[in-house]
């Protein structure tokens, strides 16, 4: 079977029974499988057996005065507003229908759109109105020009709101939300916030709901697979309870072996040495104040009580020790594994939630590979913060929002529900208190300026310091600086680690930065910080060149 297609003047397209590969279709941008028609000469217009067999002219209702030419090549792609359809008002690269004459334009999946559909948004079918007239959604509470139609209900929607379904499942509530239309089934105490964007939601319009915890999310937050749960809601089981369990270590998911039990005089027993799954030695408890030290786990200041190698450089909280193989977490999906080190060539790894750099414990999604440090694993649905007098909320958006304490925009926030204050992953994990170099006392974490004079300098880069910013102080001497500058620059990385890598036949140790600047390897460019070296042997590598 072949079809001389308007989108090649050239050759024939070609029926092919089964299409597996998934290319997209070159007339409505969906994933070709099954029945499909192509160049076979060209190896491209894949398109399916429907869209290949679309009519050359079509007579429709909402164009009634002129028939309707199928373009092939998507129209005015230079004009987006010349181009608009009339129906969905988008510009998409999707095969069109056309009038040349009124600049009237229909998708070719628009213009085929049934008259009468069955949706789970309402009880009975809804009719498609062809005639342009606006609207206000009764889902999502937006205009429209062509709407469903439920007459005896006076119910309108748009077409694309149609999809909604009844029931949802998110990752950051343990019950099934129910969608849900009118604001009388709503509880009148519940907050009018969505729970996952952490901002207002109209109820006089669609939103989904439960009942029990007067949970409310926003239509689109609650379907957008980031927060959407991964599962089949009709196959829920007590087996997918007891897997929820492991994940949140309920049930034995320990990361290392007691070696050593001391029992106290209160009768309680203490590991004194274990062997955990990060190192290759024992580790054994101590109480000594390491000055200076990180923990390989967290990379926190290293307090007691903690675990070290007596051999390496290695230090572990007693806390870190204890953190579950598995777990869940609202900013994602999918179960996360706990690895001692990041499983990309660098060893290195980049926080999803504060975009930091870290070569700690990551909580790792090999499917995604979406990682969180340890800091950022330990954060909730909900905050209680010192920076701020009310609780703050986690809200996770496709857009970017502003961070009130650094002005850094990011997609994952807290959020206060009483006042416009935000807060990123990188400031709610900020240490409370930290020390610089030889400075004699602890720098506090700051919110509010420390005087009213109208100018404010860091004390260590002697910049300025913007007053709505959060700073560290010294109150005993009046010392205030900007976090950066007492943190450093890469507060989540531990220098001095030695990794093996195919390169080199030595361990190359990360360090941050040398005095004389030595000459990449690979590229020959002076390495100024972020360095693999090999003391020995005078190599050096640029954090970057490891994949070249």
Known sequence: MENQHVCNNEHSLVFNEDER????CWACREPVLGPSYSCIKCNKFHHHKSCAELPRELQHPLHPKHSLFLFAEWKRVCDKEYSKCEVCKEFLEEYTYGCSHCNFNLHSKCASLPLTIETEVHDHPLTRMWKSIKFTCDLCGKEGNVPFLCAPC?????PSCASYIRSVKVIRHDHILHLTISSLEVSQSVSRFCRLCVQKVDTDYGFYYCS???FVAHLDCATDKENREDIDLLKLTDESKNDDLELDGSINSKTYIVKKINVGDDGIEIATEIEH??????????DEIENNKKCDGCLRVILPPFYSCTKCNFFLHKSCIELPRKKRH???RHPLNLLPKAPYRSKLFRCDACCQDCNGFTYHCEECNFDLDVQCSLMLDILIHKGHEHHLYLSNTRYEQ????????SFQVYRCITCEFALDFKCATLPLTARYKQHEHPFT???????DSGEYYCDICEEERDPKHWFYYCADCSYPTHPKCILGNYPNIKFGSAYSFYCHPHPLTFIEKTKDHPTCQKCGHPCIESIYQCAPCNFNLHRPCLWK
Request: glycine residues 2%; hydrophobic residues 30%; proline residues 2%.
């Open 21 to 24: 590969r998934g290319i997209l």
């Open 277 to 286: 799954l990060s190192h290759e030695h024992d580790l054994k408890l101590t």
């Open 154 to 158: 006076n119910f309108c929607i748009h």
């Open 402 to 409: 502003s961070c009130s304490s650094c002005d850094f925009e």
């Open 330 to 332: 609202p900013l994602h």
């Open 212 to 214: 029990s915890c007067n």
């Open 445 to 451: 974490l700051s919110y509010v300026v420390e005087d």
